[in-house]
Nanobody, 120 residues
């Protein structure tokens, strides 16, 4: 089995910063695209940022210039550095990875989510 475990959420004031991380563990053969999604109350889950195995990135327009996604393939870990946080960034943030397990085909896995609250 594969587990994705997020950490780093919390409460921060507007304009502040938070760093999220997500570590994948289990019988992993290879991790392909990884990403961070978020879901605010009453809204659909949306892509925040994605990164390929080779390091190519894409971002939602709402976070461009403020958030940075990165990954460490050796550690099976993806990171999200969030700067200049706004109240509208408040949401549960989920890690996602497209992963192959030894002896199986690729599938999508999700973390349990970590709460980010931006408030004064």
């Amino acid at each position: 089995q594969v587990q994705l475990v997020e950490s780093g959420g919390g409460l921060v004031q507007p304009g502040g910063s938070l760093d999220l991380s997500c570590a994948a563990s289990g019988n992993i053969f290879r991790i392909y695209n990884m990403g961070w999604y978020r879901q605010a109350p009453g809204k659909q889950r949306e892509l925040v940022a994605g990164i390929t195995r080779g390091g190519s990135t894409n971002y939602a327009d709402s976070v461009k210039g403020r958030f940075t996604i990165s990954r460490d393939n050796a550690k099976n870990t993806v990171y999200l550095k969030m700067n200049s946080l706004k109240p509208e960034d408040t949401a549960v943030y989920y890690c996602n990875g497209n992963i192959t397990v030894i002896g199986s085909s690729i599938r999508s896995y999700w973390g349990q989510g970590t709460q980010v609250t931006v408030s004064s």
